[in-house]
């Protein structure tokens, strides 16, 4: 005998067997594609029964609809990791705790308390936020990895699965304002006051829905719609912005059920991947895998184009671009003086020259070249992104197994070697000799700085002085100003230098 079990139903409901182990969910879809049979959570207030109001069952007691949240939660198919991040565990064990036999009241307020914590901590406004946020990052996510990569076919089975999980994650975006009255009720000592206070989480002086972000300072939200497959691009764009993600979040959750929502979530991945790679520009290879990386060389002041550079920034940005286009480029090896540059070079132009185009620098970091074969495999794994490695501050010639190593993987291409859709570009330390090695011949473009002469130090200083103080401060740098700062700058010991003169501006503002 079959008992159904019918949570919010907007269309027919699912029934839940319970004659055997093996039995499972039957929610068959609808016939034009894999959308859902609507699961529903009525947020702590499930329905059950069998759909008829004339013979519906008296309601279930509430920890049986609890139960059934984590019930829900472990059916997850292709999203599992959503819910078994930080925030998401707590979520289930506050929920958990107040079905804890004989639970203390304070150890069901702390586990609120931590669910809370976390969700503010991770920076979110709500609960619903937080999930979408988790879907449309993909991470461990197999589903997500075939949509950027191409690799989904049309009617593929797992769209149901996805489906599936969109419906069920749905169910499981409850209000903060519900869990809290759930804790609530359980520990009564907490008060109407408690209950208020941690039924929104926010630290915008308007907290509001993703539904309500379509208007505002910021004006209307942008578009999204699923892609023309005739429309597809060849390589994943740029992160998305802030106001983009939201737009992505608003049309998942506008839709009446999230499962008619799974055309999106693959543009999504489709336009701008998954993952941590999904979301920043800058990336550091640490320990066999990405990590969110610093946005330029010196992410508090970046560099503007300094007219003494524009030679080599230019040959450098038009290697970039081709790299960014698919067409053939150069791995790159740019050699000078200290402080003169280079890494402005390999980083703050890099970065500006390829960040509209989806461009993901990656740093090695102080392991160099030992460390670089291991990242540009790592790339290889996302082949429709395009990444430049960047080695900062080598000792050049490369000597001993990184050496050979480095030599044999810049000389090959594919799969058994240097992955296509990757550069390295390597910046030698000051105090390197430059000699036409195994490694040194690898790399197509070779760029070289040099001290700055005293014009184009007082050019440098005042771009530098402009951008960080504005075009008034930089005309208001006399002669007798930037004869002192050569003067300056040559007592350091360094010469004149790029780093000289954006030193000399940093310690002249700060007085």
Not at 4 to 12: I, K, M, Q
Not at 82 to 109: D, H, I, N, P, R
Not at 177 to 188: F, K, R, Y
Not at 348 to 359: H, M, N, S, V
Request: with cysteine.
């Amino acid at each position: 005998m079959r008992q159904a079990v019918v949570l919010r139903g907007r269309s027919a409901p699912c029934t839940l067997p319970h004659a055997s182990r093996s039995a499972r969910w039957t929610c068959p879809l609808r016939a034009h594609g894999p959308t859902r049979q609507r699961l529903s959570v009525k947020a702590i207030g499930f329905d059950f029964g069998d759909g008829e109001s004339s013979s519906r069952a008296a309601p279930a007691k509430r920890s049986t609809q609890v139960k059934a949240v984590g019930t829900l939660a472990a059916s997850l198919l292709v999203f599992g990791g959503v819910m078994k991040g930080s925030v998401g565990e707590a979520f289930l064990g506050a929920l958990a705790a107040t079905q804890k036999y004989q639970a203390a009241g304070k150890e069901v307020l702390a586990a609120y308390g931590r669910f809370y914590s976390l969700l503010l901590t991770a920076g979110y406004d709500s609960w619903q936020d937080y999930l979408l946020d988790q879907i449309l990052l993909g991470r461990d996510n197999a589903f997500a990895r075939a949509a950027a990569q191409g690799t989904l076919e049309g009617g593929a089975p797992v769209l149901r699965a996805v489906a599936y999980d969109l419906d069920v994650l749905q169910e499981l975006s409850l209000g903060l304002g519900q869990v809290a009255e759930l804790v609530s009720d359980t520990v009564p000592s907490a008060g109407p006051y408690w209950t208020e206070a941690a039924s929104s989480v926010s630290i915008k002086a308007r907290p509001g829905s993703v539904k309500a972000l379509g208007a505002g300072a910021g004006g209307p939200l942008p578009t999204v719609t699923p892609i023309d497959p005739a429309q597809r691009s060849q390589y994943i764009r740029s992160p998305p912005s802030d106001a983009e993600l939201a737009a992505w979040r608003a049309a998942i959750s506008n839709k009446e059920a999230w499962s008619e929502a799974v055309p999106l979530l693959t543009t999504y991945y489709h336009l701008h991947g998954f993952g941590i790679t999904s979301r920043n520009p800058t990336l550091r290879w640490v320990k066999g895998a990405f990590e969110e990386g610093a946005d330029g060389s010196n992410p508090a002041s970046p560099l503007p184009p300094l007219p003494a550079l524009d030679s080599v920034r230019a040959a450098l940005e038009a290697n970039t671009l081709a790299h960014c286009a698919g067409r053939p480029a150069e791995h790159a090896l740019v050699a000078g003086p200290s402080g003169s540059g280079k890494s402005a070079l390999l980083w703050d132009y890099t970065l500006a020259a390829g960040r509209d185009k989806g461009l993901r620098l990656v740093d090695v970091g102080s392991e160099g070249p030992a460390a670089v074969l291991e990242a540009a495999r790592g790339c290889g794994r996302y082949p429709r992104l395009r990444f430049v490695i960047v080695a900062d501050h080598v000792d050049c010639p490369v000597r001993g197994a990184a050496a050979a190593d480095l030599s044999a993987g810049l000389g090959r291409c594919g799969p058994s070697g240097w992955p296509e859709n990757t550069l390295l570009y390597m910046a030698a330390s000051s105090s390197s000799t430059l000699s036409y090695d195994a490694v040194t011949s690898k790399f197509g473009l070779i760029l070289t700085t040099k001290e700055l002469t005293e014009e184009q130090y007082g050019e440098t200083l005042r771009k530098i002085a402009a951008t960080a103080a504005g075009s008034e401060a930089a005309a208001a740098l006399s002669d007798e100003d930037l004869a002192y700062a050569v003067e300056w700058a040559r007592k350091q010991g360094g010469g004149l230098s790029v780093r000289a003169a954006s030193q000399y501006v940093r310690r002249a503002r700060q007085g």
